[in-house]
């Protein structure tokens, strides 16, 4: 088992940045691979970014890409999303996730354990 907490959402102006946090507790965190994602209300969740288990791999949807930065303190057991160049688009409750092997990273409902969100509002 292992409990995620985000934190760092917040409100900002479009152009601006914020950075996200994932804390891990329980089982060690490197086992995990860890996904972002968003949603709006009555929206599905999409997908923002995801890291394997050691690092090595990064995954970004095409909206974020060159934008959004995901990486990982596994000695923090904390997997962060450093978001730049924030737009209104990207208004939403992010959420991360976290699964026990590096597959099928940019499918949610391949996750097995989610926090309870953020929220980031971009004003424009």
């Known amino acids: 088992q292992v409990q995620l907490v985000e934190s760092g959402g917040g409100l900002v102006p479009a152009g601006g940045s914020l950075r996200l946090s994932c804390a891990a507790s329980?089982?060690?965190?490197?086992?995990?691979?860890v996904g972002w994602f968003r949603q709006a209300p009555g929206n599905e969740r999409e997908f923002v970014a995801a890291i394997s288990r050691n690092g090595a791999n990064t995954y970004y949807a095409y909206s974020v890409k060159g934008r959004f930065t995901i990486d990982r303190d596994n000695a923090k057991n904390t997997v962060y999303l450093q978001m730049n160049s924030l737009k209104p688009e990207d208004t939403d409750v992010y959420y991360c996730?976290?699964?026990?092997?590096?597959?099928?990273?940019?499918?949610?409902?391949?996750?097995?354990?989610w926090g309870q969100g953020t929220r980031v509002t971009v004003s424009s």
């Open positions: 329980g089982r060690t965190s490197s086992t995990y691979a």
């Open positions: 996730a976290a699964r026990s092997n590096d597959y099928f990273l940019t499918l949610a409902n391949k996750y097995n354990y």
